[in-house]
């Protein structure tokens, strides 16, 4: 039950991702050859009035907007020219590159549809503080019960998850933080002291009341909104520790560790009810996509930034970069990217072996 849970929710993000790519390739009047769930064999399908294939095959991993017929019969015309004269290559700059921004856009658009739901269910309070702690150093710079932290290091915070994690990366450092009191904003550095009890750095507050918060519309959406951004800034924070060295490369997980993730967290959750498993498995589906549509907008060779690398080189220089420099950029970022797949691989399938 886990693990086709956990295939589900990938499947559903990764078919979200394909199908920005499609509608949006569609609405700019560029041909999709194909939209495939799955790798392999065909197994049943149909074929819209357009010509585009929808199609599920025998290997569930997966889906692919397909704009190059590599299939048809083109006599002696190799890869090279059939890609060069596939609809999408011939549309013009700005119609490719909203279709390549589509994908990431749509992970992003389902996380907070994802979050609208969510919301229901579950109070993330805001960064209004509702006790001090009169030992913390957060006292000691005047912060006080009803004050309102804006910002950490720089950093806009909505959420209280936001100051709490970024107290805590910063791992003892002293933190810039702005707040508001009685109406004034408010400049301190407060060095985080270790708590014990936690075993992490903290600063003395405490957000959130016992309280029943009324849920509106525009609070549902002003949460859902402020939830999506927070895990996208996670996203970025987790990219920046594994260049800095916080976080190493046997943190990664990839399809196989993200559906463990999600039976892990399906196991804890359905001893609490089916309440509990709904707003759990809301939550990973919620970062997940949010982390995956980040990710795919980084510039690297094999992803959508990557891609998105080239065509605004295009629309600087006024014509395309020559293809053949993109195509062997394009085959070391997917050899690398096999590599990174392999290790990802080696550091899930470890994870589930017993020590």
Same mark, same amino acid.
């Given at each position: 039950m886990k693990?086709?849970?956990?295939?589900?929710?990938?499947?559903?993000?990764?078919?979200?991702?394909?199908?920005?790519?499609?509608?949006?390739?569609?609405?700019?009047?560029? *041909?999709?050859?194909e939209f495939t769930i799955g790798f392999g064999p065909r197994l049943f399908g149909f074929t819209t009035k357009s010509g585009t294939k929808f199609s599920v095959r025998l290997i569930m991993l997966g889906a692919a907007c397909v704009f190059d017929d590599l299939d048809a019969d083109t006599g002696d015309a190799d890869i090279a020219t059939i890609i060069a004269n596939s609809s999408f290559r011939k549309a013009n700059v700005w119609s490719r590159i909203a279709t390549t921004l589509a994908g990431p856009l749509f992970n992003l658009l389902l996380a907070f549809v994802l979050?609208?739901?969510?919301?229901?269910?579950?109070?993330?309070?805001?960064?209004? %503080?509702?006790?001090?702690?009169?030992?913390?150093?957060?006292?000691?710079?005047?912060?006080?019960?009803?004050? +309102?932290?804006?910002?950490?290091?720089?950093?806009?915070?909505?959420?209280?998850?936001?100051?709490?994690?970024?107290?805590?990366?910063?791992?003892? +450092?002293?933190?810039?933080?702005?707040?508001?009191?009685?109406? /004034?904003?408010?400049?301190?550095?407060?060095?985080?002291?270790?708590?014990?009890?936690? @075993? +992490?750095?903290?600063?003395?507050?405490?957000?959130?009341?016992?309280? *029943?918060?009324?849920?509106?519309?525009?609070?549902?959406? /002003?949460?859902?909104?402020?939830?999506?951004?927070?895990?996208?800034?996670?996203?970025?924070?987790?990219? +920046?520790?594994?260049?800095? @060295?916080?976080?190493?490369?046997? *943190?990664?997980? @990839?399809?196989?560790?993200?559906?463990?993730? %999600?039976?892990?967290?399906? *196991?804890?959750? /359905?001893?609490e009810g089916a309440l509990a498993v709904l707003v759990s498995m809301l939550n990973i589906a919620l970062l997940l996509s949010a982390n995956i549509g980040v990710v795919n907008l980084f510039p690297v060779p094999a992803f959508d930034g990557g891609k998105l690398l080239f065509l605004i080189y295009e629309v600087v220089r006024g014509k395309p970069a020559d293809s053949k420099v993109e195509g062997v950029i394009q085959l070391v970022g997917v050899g690398l990217l096999l590599i990174l797949l392999v290790v990802v691989m080696y550091n899930d399938i470890a994870r589930l072996l017993p020590v």
């Open positions: 693990i086709l849970l956990g295939i589900l929710i990938l499947g559903i993000i990764i078919v979200t991702h394909e199908f920005g790519h499609y509608i949006i390739a569609r609405l700019n009047g560029i *041909e999709v050859v979050g609208l739901f969510l919301m229901n269910y579950i109070v993330i309070p805001d960064t209004t %503080v509702t006790d001090v702690n009169p030992e913390g150093s957060a006292y000691a710079a005047g912060i006080r019960t009803g004050d +309102r932290i804006i910002s950490v290091n720089g950093s806009r915070c909505y959420l209280y998850p936001e100051v709490s994690t970024a107290i805590e990366l910063g791992v003892g +450092r002293p933190a810039n933080i702005v707040y508001e009191h009685e109406g /004034k904003r408010i400049k301190a550095e407060i060095v985080p002291k270790m708590n014990s009890e936690y @075993g +992490r750095f903290m600063i003395g507050v405490t957000f959130g009341s016992d309280g *029943e918060v009324q849920k509106s519309a525009g609070y549902i959406i /002003k949460s859902s909104y402020c939830y999506v951004r927070y895990m996208v800034k996670m996203t970025f924070a987790s990219i +920046r520790m594994l260049f800095t @060295g916080q976080a190493g490369v046997s *943190e990664l997980a @990839g399809p196989v560790g993200a559906a463990q993730i %999600v039976g892990d967290e399906y *196991e804890s959750a /359905k001893k």
